[in-house]
């Protein structure tokens, strides 16, 4: 006959392999979990981008084509400076804005028109002595693309003797066209001059004259 302490020993017995059996388990399913968020979190990190060493190169190498763009367009100034300084003491024309206009209108000596034809202020020439490019127009209110003949120099200086004369002598059918960029006290009001005498048909040529002159200091060039 099973004694008290027999039956007793036993219930003790199986109370603790059902405890250690749900301490499994439960050991389990918290490795388990575990594992399951390890897994996520992993994937999660593989998953995501990782922009900033990317965005570093990225920018360091915008600034460096930055740099390099600064750097030629000061070249370009340096380039076309003492002529312009010079051309512009003959004929009373502010240094800055004739260097200003050549640099907006040449795309800083670097468009197809100027690089190899010289002409860096956009003179339209004749079937006969020009060459037919393809050209922006401001007409009606918008931005339209034409055929024009331009006229070929020989130098940047011939174009911009011939572009001084012109604001001094004026066209054929106005001697006065350009009075009020030679009367003009500043580089802002002969800047306006031009677009109120008919220069260019860009209505925000002016201001874009005075921005490139600010941004670059080309006041500093005025004699």
């Keep these: 006959m099973t004694n008290k302490w027999e039956t007793t020993h036993k219930n003790y017995d199986r109370e603790r392999i059902c405890m250690r059996k749900r301490q499994k388990r439960s050991y389990g399913i918290l490795m388990l979990g575990i594992t399951v968020s390890v897994f996520m979190f992993t994937l999660f990190f593989l998953m995501v981008p990782q922009p900033k060493k990317n965005e570093d190169s990225f920018q360091q190498a915008e600034r460096q ?11 370009f100034f340096m380039t076309i400076k003492p002529v312009v300084q010079e051309v512009s003491q003959l004929y009373g024309t502010f240094v ?6 050549a640099a907006l209108e040449s795309d ?6 100027s690089s190899q034809y010289y002409n ?7 079937k006969e002595t020009g060459v037919a490019l393809l050209t922006k127009e401001f007409q009606n209110g918008a931005w339209v693309e034409v055929h024009e003949y331009f006229k070929v120099y020989d130098s940047w200086r011939s174009s911009i003797e011939e572009h001084a004369q012109l604001m001094r002598y004026g066209t054929s059918w106005n001697a ?4 009020s960029v030679l009367m003009a006290k500043t580089y802002q009001e002969a800047a306006k001059g031009l677009v109120s005498s008919g220069y260019a048909t860009d209505p925000m040529y002016a ?5 490139m002159i600010e941004r670059y200091r080309l006041y500093e060039y005025d004699l």
């Design 65 to 75: 084509r930055q740099q390099e763009i600064e750097k030629q367009r000061y070249q």
């Design 96 to 101: 800055s804005v004739t260097m200003a206009q």
């Design 108 to 113: 800083f000596g670097n468009s197809q028109l």
């Design 120 to 126: 860096l202020f956009g003179v339209k020439g004749t």
């Design 176 to 179: 006065n066209q350009y009075e």
């Design 207 to 211: 201001q874009k004259l005075i921005e």
